[in-house]
């Protein structure tokens, strides 16, 4: 609430009949930071369904930083050696101006006493609106190039300042994290007093966890390493697979998937409507955009039969989690003597089943390490 009121969100007005008022809810929950260190937070969110398109918001879309631009963006600080930093915005959603005429309950819990029927009209941004993200991503945009920092034209979300002696600080923004890095630690400082000033700012220090991911480094060696260990713990844990015994390979040979192994009678169907196939195969993905490239042309495979999954399917993505049982560990690392970009190609033989189709692949490294791949 104390964010809330210095952010000067809404102000108090009578409630008029014309008008479409939004409820809201109270979130509360844990966060686990890096080091084990866990924090209380509490978020006003406002029950956005209840907007109307052309009325309450228009545009909605904004970016977040890209998978690729991150991990080139480290391959290009472990071996230039580069300071990285990390920092979080406080409430980022508030900072956001809202275009629209916007009214809202009062919070439960704190109505202004004797004005309970009065109605908040919104004059900032709050999570939960469908514009929110968009607003506060034009106005952090705007700021990063008032103050001399250029865009990128491949991620809006990649921000790159040059100094006339060499130096150069890049930013990325995913929602409200950013990584800062640069070749002069003093021009660093110097930023995180400019966005200090602008918004509620919290400085992290070195970077050691984004995104659910594991940052550790030497560098001494030059050389970083990208891990998801706990997410794919956690992922096991959600699906049962933590005490399943593991295998060696994405996806064993005995796997000749096809859309005649989907449910065909009425008891099938009903089962598998019980198996959380879609589910699990979001999670999958995650990793496998993240750190997992090893794991992309099977999770491809499976990724086929959502429409109409059967059993075999089902022990296909069980395989998958198997895998990563034993391979939990794994991690990319970057570093090394430069920064080349090279590609590889390479597609099987007819190898979908149902139409006879080839399955092309690519992948290319950045310091040869796997930054972008597809099939």
């Keep these: 609430m104390l964010s809330l ?3 000067q969100t809404w102000e108090l007005v009578k409630m008029s009949a014309k008008k479409k008022v939004l409820q809201n809810k109270w979130i509360f929950w844990v966060k686990q930071e890096a080091g084990g260190v866990q924090r209380y937070k509490a978020r006003l969110v406002v029950k956005g369904f209840g907007q ?3 009325i309450d918001f228009h545009d909605i879309f904004a970016p977040v930083v ?3 631009s991150i991990r080139t963006i480290l391959s290009i600080v472990a071996v230039k050696g580069l300071y990285l930093e990390q920092l979080d915005v406080k409430t980022a959603f508030l900072d956001g101006d809202l275009e629209e ?4 309950r009062q919070p439960a819990g704190f109505e202004v006493i004797g004005k309970e029927s009065w109605v908040c009209k919104l004059k900032r941004s709050l999570y939960g609106l469908k514009q929110a993200p968009r607003q506060w991503n034009l106005k952090f945009d705007r700021f990063m190039l008032d103050i001399g920092f250029a865009r990128s034209n491949a991620d809006h979300c990649v921000y790159l300042q040059r100094f006339n002696n060499g130096d150069y600080i890049i930013l990325t923004l995913y929602v409200d994290d950013m990584l800062v890095a640069g070749t002069n630690m003093k021009k660093i400082d110097d930023l995180k007093k400019r966005l200090a000033n602008q918004f509620s700012m919290k400085d992290l220090g070195e970077a050691k966890q984004l995104l659910g991911m594991q940052l550790t480094r030497d560098k001494k060696k030059k050389k970083l390493w990208l891990s998801q260990e706990g997410y794919v713990k956690k992922v096991l844990e959600r699906f049962n697979m933590h005490e399943s015994k593991a ?5 064993g040979s005995q796997f000749k998937l096809s859309k005649e192994q989907g449910a065909k009678s009425d008891e099938e169907i009903d089962h598998m ?5 879609a589910s699990a195969i979001g999670s999958l993905m995650y990793a496998m ?5 090893d794991i992309a042309h099977a999770v491809g495979v499976v990724s086929r039969f959502m429409k109409n999954l059967g059993k075999e399917h089902w022990e296909a993505v069980k395989w998958i989690f198997r895998y990563l049982k034993g391979t939990s560990d794994y991690c990319l690392c970057f570093g090394g003597s430069n920064i080349d970009v090279k590609g590889f190609v390479d597609s099987d033989h007819a190898g979908d089943r149902d139409n006879g189709r080839s399955t092309s692949g690519y992948v290319f ?4 390490t796997a930054n972008q791949l597809g099939f």
């Design 5 to 7: 009121e210095e952010n």
């Design 52 to 54: 109307r398109e052309g």
């Design 66 to 68: 890209k998978m690729t």
């Design 101 to 104: 005429e916007i009214y809202m």
């Design 247 to 251: 295998v060696t390979t994405t996806l």
């Design 273 to 277: 409507k019980t198996v959380p196939y």
């Design 289 to 293: 955009v993240s750190t997992r490239p």
């Design 365 to 368: 490294t950045v310091g040869g």
